[in-house]
């Protein structure tokens, strides 16, 4: 008898029923998960980013422990599960090497850990919190409210940057543009006030406020005023407070004119509070 009859003698519609069984009961299990580790984060936030650590790296195993199991049931030997396992490796990595490779950065995602859910990442230009990584991408959601899906081969090709590295704070940097004619000691001393009044800033880490000169269509000065916000969820409210507060003492002073109209007429600043 040859080999192929006998390899396709030993697939049996009741094996075919149980591969079907296990990968539905994969993918049945994972959306339990998944829904129990979002409760778990919302329950001990604390812990969230463990919690999300965790999911991507079961995932993995998961759907891999399913594929092992389907190749050592319908193989006739061990001899036929080690030679069907090769051969769908070549198979798969002749026709689907773009899939691979993603497959391999996402192995290289749950190894290496340059990253994890609940990270606030830049991948290939793409800034934003991770909020789902899996066998083949990574979701990012952006400042703006835009769901990003980056393939997991850009962690092999490209830098990945982490602004927080698994803990809940997160580097908050916040410019504002002035004349450069402006009082170093007064835009520096503003500068201190607006961070130090900051709601969202997270006294226990470092701080710093610092000056440079600039030039591009005329000179002008750049205040920055760095901190860390303590929980990296209200970054961009920590950028607007801090921006916000410094405008509106910058306009108090006289250092900042407020923009004119058509008409020569000052617009209103009702956005600013002193």
């Known amino acids: 008898m040859k080999p192929e009859s006998t390899f396709l003698a030993h697939i049996t519609p009741g094996k075919i029923l149980l591969i079907c069984a296990v990968f ?36 993995i195993v998961l759907w891999f422990g399913a594929f092992l199991f389907t190749i050592e049931m319908i193989a006739p030997s061990r001899d036929a ?7 769908a490796a070549i198979a798969i990595g002749l026709g689907l090497q773009d899939l691979i490779k993603n497959l391999i950065g996402g192995f290289v995602i749950v190894a290496d850990r340059p990253y ?14 991770v909020q789902h990584i899996g066998l083949r991408s990574t979701k990012i959601m952006t400042p703006d409210d835009t769901l990003v899906t980056v393939p997991n081969s850009k962690v092999l090709d ?4 982490n602004a927080n590295a698994g803990v809940a704070e997160c580097l908050v940097v916040a410019a504002v543009h002035l004349p450069p004619t402006v009082d170093p000691d007064l835009a520096l001393r503003v500068g201190r006030e607006a961070l130090f009044s900051c709601p969202y800033l997270c006294l226990r880490q ?37 921006t916000r507060r410094a405008k ?15 008409n020569g007429e000052p617009v209103p600043n009702s956005g600013f509070l002193a």
């Open 24 to 59: 539905g009961g994969v993918w049945i299990l994972l959306k339990y998960l998944q829904k129990l580790f979002e409760a778990l984060a919302q329950a001990r936030p604390r812990m969230r980013f463990l919690f999300r650590m965790l999911e991507p790296l079961l995932r």
């Open 81 to 87: 599960f080690m030679a069907a396992l090769g051969s």
């Open 116 to 129: 994890q859910m609940g990270d606030r990442v830049e991948i290939d230009g793409v800034y934003g919190e």
């Open 158 to 161: 490209s830098k990945a940057q």
């Open 206 to 242: 470092r701080y710093a406020v610092s000056l440079e000169d600039a030039f591009t269509e005329a000179p002008f000065t750049i205040l920055r005023m760095k901190g860390y916000v303590y929980d990296h969820r209200f970054e961009p409210a920590m950028k607007t407070d801090l």
């Open 248 to 262: 509106a003492e910058f306009m108090r002073l006289g250092v900042l004119e407020p923009w004119r109209g058509a």
